[in-house]
């Protein structure tokens, strides 16, 4: 019986050996089964549900084996599930239990939302998982980020001596096909083509102000929100400011140097007021003609709604670029207010969810006012529709 149920959780979870030594198979079934099974591989002895008991030390090895067995994905979507139906969270206080998990996006933002309670070795070691995570978030995202918000080019005129960071890699890489290299399966240009920089004054900047809502339903947006805003920051091409707001106000701006100092001065969860927000946001606002306010909430909003959709239409009669995005995140579609949605998108601001990987894209198209609702349409991207 003990074989087959262990022959069951390698193939419902993939394992990447299909060929594990006994011992290892009751280990990898009794990791599985402390949280998703019955009987004696349970935690504590219990039967029912398994339990992670409240040992670190147990939940450390438990953690341990779950990622010896399998994938970096698999080992997030088990950890995911023990911190909702386990309560992992409190646990994450324990530096020994941080130190084993897999950090992830969703980690990072769990980790915030304990902050305040944690012990300091813990929160010493959190800033070291977050710092992990940052790093990689930063090494997948700031290339494309940057390259697609980098105003100070002017994309008008070109030169054969291009800075490194101004190479147009399309064309390029065109115009020297016939250099390609098999043997290296790579082209080797022989001219490079890029775009030749014109100096800007500081007032002659877009200004980009990203307003997010840190309630707790939108916590993986604001990670990747702050990993935005801290690479648009280092940009000498763009001013960036980041706001963050549940029915208190954040104004992380001067913080983006640090994307992890910026996520540990979070404080995700508490209640929403949407209005008070963007009223600060377009304080801020100097020249609105120059301006892109990116709203980041779902638009459940605890204040006033009606005050909110007057103060959204009279940025955008202003000249400001409103784009509202309903989630940043990998998750899909999120849950949101369809009315107040509605209500939005009918001001002609484009309402819709974002993924991380198309966020440069957007930032590009909004920077040269391109039509946001053509760009969505061309990704495949579904905008909310105006109330009728």
Not at 23 to 50: I, N, Q, V
Not at 269 to 275: F, K, P, Q, R, S
Not at 291 to 298: A, K, Q, R, V, Y
Request: proline fraction near 5%; include cysteine.
């Amino acid at each position: 019986m003990n074989e087959e149920r262990e022959r069951r959780w390698r193939l419902a979870v993939g394992s990447e050996d299909d060929a594990l030594p006994q011992e290892d198979d009751r280990r990898l079934s009794k990791a599985l089964t402390m949280l998703y099974g019955e009987g004696e591989g349970a935690a504590g002895g219990g039967k029912g549900r398994g339990s992670l008991a409240r040992s670190a030390p147990s939940v450390a090895r438990w953690l341990g084996d779950i990622r010896q067995f399998f994938p970096t994905s698999v080992v997030q979507v088990v950890q995911k599930d023990a911190m909702e139906r386990l309560g992992l969270q409190q646990m994450l206080l324990e530096p020994e239990l941080l130190a084993a998990v897999e950090a992830d996006v969703n980690l990072v933002a769990t980790l915030i939302s304990l902050r305040s309670v944690m012990p300091a070795k813990a929160k010493a070691i959190a800033r070291e998982v977050i710092g992990k995570v940052v790093a990689a978030l930063m090494e997948r995202l700031e290339q494309r980020t940057a390259e697609a918000v980098r105003g100070a080019v002017d994309r008008r005129r070109r030169t054969g001596r291009p800075r490194f960071p101004d190479i147009d890699w399309p064309r390029t890489i065109q115009a020297n096909l016939r250099h390609y290299q098999p043997a290296h399966r790579t082209v080797v240009p022989e001219r490079l083509i890029g775009f030749m920089r014109r100096q800007r004054r500081l007032v002659d900047l877009d200004e980009v102000v990203l307003c997010v809502d840190q309630s707790g339903s939108m916590a993986s947006s604001v990670v990747y929100a702050s990993i935005f805003a801290a690479v648009m920051a280092s940009l000498p091409t763009v001013r960036t400011k980041l706001v963050c707001f549940d029915t208190a106000i954040l104004d992380l701006t001067e913080d983006l140097a640090d994307p992890v100092e910026v996520l540990f001065g979070v404080q995700l969860g508490g209640g929403t007021d949407i209005n008070q927000a963007v009223a600060y946001c377009e304080g801020r606002i100097e020249r609105p003609a120059r301006s892109h306010l990116i709203l980041i909430t779902d638009l459940f909003e605890g204040g006033n709604s009606e005050a909110l959709v007057a103060r959204l239409a009279r940025l955008v009669a202003s000249g400001v670029n409103v784009i509202t995005l309903l989630a940043l995140s990998d998750d899909g579609r999120p849950a949101h207010d369809p009315m107040l949605s509605a209500r939005v998108a009918a001001l002609g601001v484009p309402v819709f969810a974002c993924t991380p990987d198309h966020f440069p894209a957007l930032m590009a198209a909004a920077l040269k006012r391109e039509n946001v609702h053509d760009w969505a349409a061309e990704a495949d991207i579904k905008v909310v529709r105006a109330a009728e």
